[in-house]
């Protein structure tokens, strides 16, 4: 028996799917809200993505949020309309509680009956977003305890899941998750208690040059404070009605069907100048972190927008 070895040569068309395809066919997919949402995250973690000044004055500004914990954390795009029917389809409703998953955490904890009585009124106590807005001298006083019985009970629910519960401010509700992510150190510190408005405002270059530390390091650390969240307890669901953005409306004029896109609160985002400079410098520290963040914001902006017009090719079709 003879055993014959040939080599043959095959021209073969495949398609591979690159990065920026995937994330193409992606944004096509993704409705109004959850591309909303999306969006609102990489601003959170792309430093270069800005809003259009445009775009701008009809929302809040994304990264806002770190100057005043009461400023509303996420976009609010709903806008008032008039004279238009609301039909169930429009509501979603979530019926996991915040309190019932701490709860449930807690019935894993050992304590004393009075203690698990203190810790069930001070979750009871915590509000929507998962905040601690009374007075530990006040909780001490009602259940005629010490402040340390107090505070040493609120550190256990701060270890609970979401991270960040029970903070008695914003502050302390990133400090936590950085703490239970096990890497808080001096400059996570420093900035959180007081850069975040200076963060907010994208004022990099101040921060580093105030704390001595290269621009490269420093957006490592806003973009690890920005994924941080500073409403734990939005995370899980509550009985807050929210609105189901459609992509298109069908609209009746004169007895005939009409076909709109919805475009109307589609955010317009573009590159901040000043990232765009610092790669004239190629040797500088921080040229290949920026460059592969504006590669990125790049074909963020252009998946948009094809989308867009994928959209209106497909409603000239209709």
Avoid at 30 to 38: G, M, R
Avoid at 231 to 244: E, H, I, M, S, W
């Amino acid at each position: 028996m003879s055993l014959n070895f040939t080599l043959d040569l095959k021209l073969e068309q495949k398609l591979v799917m690159t990065q920026e395809m995937q994330l193409a066919v992606k944004v096509l997919q993704l409705p109004n809200n959850e591309l909303k949402e999306y969006i609102e995250d990489e601003l959170l973690e792309n430093p270069v993505l800005e809003l259009d000044s445009g775009y701008e004055d009809r929302l809040d500004k994304v990264i806002q949020i770190y100057s005043d914990f009461n400023d509303d954390y996420f976009i609010d795009y709903s806008e008032d309309e008039e004279d238009e029917k609301i039909t169930p389809f429009y509501f979603l409703s979530n019926k996991r509680s915040l309190y019932d998953c701490l709860k449930e955490q807690l019935g894993y904890i050992p304590l004393t009956k009075r203690d698990r009585k203190i810790a069930e009124y001070i979750i009871d106590n915590l509000d929507q977003n998962g905040y601690l807005n009374m007075h530990e001298l006040s909780i001490a006083n009602k259940f005629k305890v010490s402040l340390d019985i107090v505070k040493n009970i609120i550190s256990i629910i701060q270890d609970f899941e979401p991270s960040g519960v029970c903070a008695r401010n914003l502050k302390e509700c990133l400090k936590i998750q950085l703490k239970n992510k096990g890497i808080y150190d001096s400059l996570y510190e420093k900035l959180i208690d007081n850069e975040l408005e200076n963060i907010a405002n994208k004022a990099y270059t101040f921060i580093s040059q105030k704390y001595s530390v290269s621009e490269d390091k420093l957006l490592r650390y806003i973009e690890v404070i920005k994924s941080l969240d500073p409403k734990p307890g939005c995370r899980l669901g509550d009985d807050t009605v929210r609105y189901v953005v459609p992509d298109v409306y069908i609209e009746v004029v004169d007895g005939e069907y009409f076909v709109r896109v919805n475009e109307d609160n589609l955010p317009i985002l573009k590159i901040n100048k000043h990232y765009k400079n610092i790669l004239r410098n190629k040797n500088s520290e921080e040229y290949k972190y920026i460059k592969a963040k504006i590669e990125a914001a790049y074909w963020l902006i252009k998946s948009i927008e094809q989308r867009r017009e994928t959209i209106k090719r497909w409603q000239k079709q209709l």
